[in-house]
């Protein structure tokens, strides 16, 4: 497994070794915030959310958050879906969950800037990754939308 995953990482181009990289640290660090909150205060981690769907996902990230660095980490096309998925949901369901404060206090929206701006990294770069992820690791580019 060592030798196959240094030349799955080796045959990547450099940025294609940058943009995954700050993925696995990205997701290793939401990863990291999600098994936080979840160990301070239990299953009502998320209580401050009305929603309870919006709860249950921010509880299935301790989950898929490390799924998805395990699985970028490894080199697959898979992680790379998985995390535009996760981001999208994840930035979508931030900003759902606190859009009161559009209202009440604008300034308490700035925590969600790193989020959304790690999401939008995530979704802008779904497309390339895949392609050249395909090409470099044996995956078939027939299986690939065109973009």
């Known amino acids: 497994m060592g030798i196959e995953l240094r030349e799955r990482w080796g045959g990547q181009a450099l940025w294609v070794r940058w943009v995954l990289t700050a993925y696995v640290i990205g997701f290793f660090e939401g990863s990291c915030v999600h098994i936080f909150y979840l160990a301070r205060d239990g299953i009502h981690a998320y209580a401050s959310f009305p929603q ?15 799924l998805v660095a395990v699985l970028v980490g490894l080199v697959r096309r898979e992680g790379v879906w ?18 009161h404060w559009l209202r009440e206090d604008p300034a308490q929206l700035l925590p969600l800037l790193p989020i959304t701006f790690f999401g939008l990294f995530v979704v802008a770069f779904l497309f390339p990754l895949l392609r050249t992820v395909a090409v470099t690791t044996g995956g078939t580019q027939a299986a690939l939308p065109s973009a």
């Open 52 to 66: 309870v769907p919006l709860r249950v996902f921010f509880v299935s990230l301790a989950i898929l958050d490390p």
């Open 82 to 99: 998985l995390a535009s998925a996760v981001m999208v949901t994840d930035v979508f369901g931030n900003w759902w969950g606190n859009r």
